[in-house]
């Protein structure tokens, strides 16, 4: 069974760093391009980060572009976000998720059930 | 970048009735680049059509996507009561960047 668990969400101060991971099983980690999606409590989804299975290819969203930084370690079947600068509005629930294929020009076809960070003094 | 716009925001049906959701991309974009998932309160979305019309694993025949230019598709044949859900289109192709659209909600009437 295909499993993603994110871990490393919380309460965060304004212009603070935080570093979320997600833990993978249950297929070949090095396979499968990896993506972090964010969704706000209510809201829709946005694409946050996407890397491919060798980190060859990093694609961020212009919202986080600058801030944050998407890597993998393929030895520890594990995706990481470094968020760095952050802002009330990264308040959002964090989805990792895994695409078809190698590339990140792939859908979705795995979620976790996400990591809740949030922005405040 | 390619802006998705889905409509209508809100689309109220009876079970056993069709329903037709739009997603309509800003720019031309390759039909091999866009997905829809479906999304139940708090579970993460799940997809449901790839490359505009095929059938994720596991999802019922009863949905199909189909395009037009820059206008797609999803469609229900007979929406039965565990399809009542929000629907997301995505662009994941090269846009830049991948986007998503901003949902329609399904709901009972």
């Known amino acids: 069974e295909v499993q993603l668990v994110e871990s490393g969400g919380g309460l965060v101060q304004p212009g603070r760093s935080l570093r979320v991971s997600c833990a993978v099983s249950?297929?070949?980690?090095?396979?499968?391009?990896m993506y972090w999606v964010r969704q706000t409590p209510g809201k829709g989804l946005e694409w946050v980060s996407g890397i491919s299975w060798n980190s060859d290819t990093i694609v961020y969203g212009d919202s986080v572009k600058g801030r944050f930084t998407i890597s993998r370690d393929n030895a520890k079947n594990s995706l990481y976000l470094q968020m760095n600068s952050l802002r009330a509005e990264d308040t959002a629930l964090y989805y990792c998720?895994?695409?078809?294929?190698?590339?990140?020009?792939?859908?979705?076809?795995?979620w976790g059930q996400g990591t809740l960070v949030t922005v405040s003094s | 970048e390619i802006v998705l716009t889905q409509s209508p925001g809100t689309l109220s049906l009876s079970p056993g009735e069709r329903a037709t959701l739009s997603c309509r991309a800003s720019?031309?974009?390759?039909?091999?680049?866009l997905a829809w998932y479906q999304q139940k309160p708090g579970q993460p979305p799940r997809l449901v059509i790839y490359?505009?019309?095929t059938r994720a694993t596991g999802i019922p025949d009863r949905f199909s996507g189909s395009w037009s230019g820059t206008d797609f598709s999803l469609t229900i044949s007979r929406v039965e009561p565990e399809d009542f859900a929000v629907y997301y289109c995505?662009?994941?192709?090269?846009?830049?960047?991948?986007?998503f659209g901003q949902g329609t909600k399904l709901e009972i009437k």
């Open positions: 995505q662009h994941y192709g090269r846009s830049p960047q991948q986007t």
């Open positions: 998720a895994k695409g078809r294929g190698l590339t990140i020009f792939e859908p979705i076809d795995y």
């Open positions: 490359d505009a019309s």
């Open positions: 249950g297929l070949t980690f090095y396979d499968y391009a």
């Open positions: 720019h031309s974009v390759s039909s091999s680049y």
